[in-house]
């Protein structure tokens, strides 16, 4: 099994700060790494795919970067819809979640 | 325009199989490169991926559930189906039905909007 670590596991922020979100793999996974966002009694939605994609209607704050082993998401601006959990996700072999990482108003 | 639906028991009892159904339109699961995803998520914590099914049939599960997992789809009825056997309260979570596709790099673009599985006696 490939296991992702995110970190932080939490973020406390301020709308309009730049933020980044590191995500690591156990092995090489290239570039299979997609980055989710999660709203609270919602389902996930995917924000960046193939570790530096923009999927199709997400905000261009939204970026990614990154292959190999290790991964960032990064907000350039926080806006308030922003605060929300955040999942990185592997594709290389089967599919495996990172454990989260939940970005919090300061 | 992609939808998933999420559909099964609100309410199961320890040892009792859980059967899902996820019935979907806006794509065919015949359609070369094309999977169906299931992933939980139990309350408060992390998501969770439990089984693939693509176009050709070809199914790929959890390790760690895999002894307990059969996903099947019904292409003609647009329906993939997920049952899981011997339930215990560890698998209360909201389970999710996404589509997989290539025009996303193959990550889960689309999902469902989930359902509440509680289990208990």
């Known amino acids: 099994d490939i296991q992702m670590t995110q970190s932080p596991s939490s973020l406390s922020a301020s709308v309009g700060d730049r933020v980044t979100i590191t995500c690591r793999a156990s092995?090489?996974?290239?570039?299979?790494l997609n980055w989710y966002q999660q709203k609270p009694g919602k389902a996930p939605k995917l924000l960046i795919y193939?570790?530096?994609s923009l999927q199709s209607g997400v905000p261009s704050r939204f970026s990614g970067s990154g292959s190999g082993t290790d991964f960032t998401l990064t907000i350039s601006s926080l806006q308030p819809e922003d605060f929300a959990t955040y999942y990185c996700?592997?594709?290389?072999?089967?599919?495996?979640f990172g454990q989260g990482t939940r970005l919090e108003i300061k | 325009q992609i939808t998933l639906k999420e559909s099964g028991p609100t309410l199961v009892k320890p040892t009792q199989t859980l059967t899902l159904t996820c019935t979907f339109s806006?794509?065919?699961?015949?359609?070369?490169?094309?999977?169906v995803g299931w992933i939980r998520q139990p309350p408060g914590e992390a998501l969770e991926w439990l089984a693939l099914?693509?176009?050709?049939?070809?199914?790929r599960y959890s390790p760690s559930l895999k002894s307990r997992l059969t996903i099947t789809k019904d292409t003609s009825k647009n329906q993939v189906v997920l049952t899981m056997t011997n339930m215990d309260p560890v698998d209360t979570a909201t389970y999710y039905c996404?589509?997989?596709?290539?025009?996303?790099?193959?990550?889960?673009?689309?999902w469902g909007q989930g359902t509440l599985v509680t289990v208990s006696s």
């Open positions: 996404a589509h997989r596709g290539r025009g996303y790099g193959y990550a889960l673009g689309y």
């Open positions: 806006g794509f065919s699961l015949s359609t070369s490169g094309v999977g």
């Open positions: 099914i693509y176009w050709d049939d070809d199914k």
């Open positions: 092995q090489s996974i290239s570039s299979y």
């Open positions: 193939a570790a530096s």
């Open positions: 996700q592997q594709s290389y072999s089967t599919l495996s």
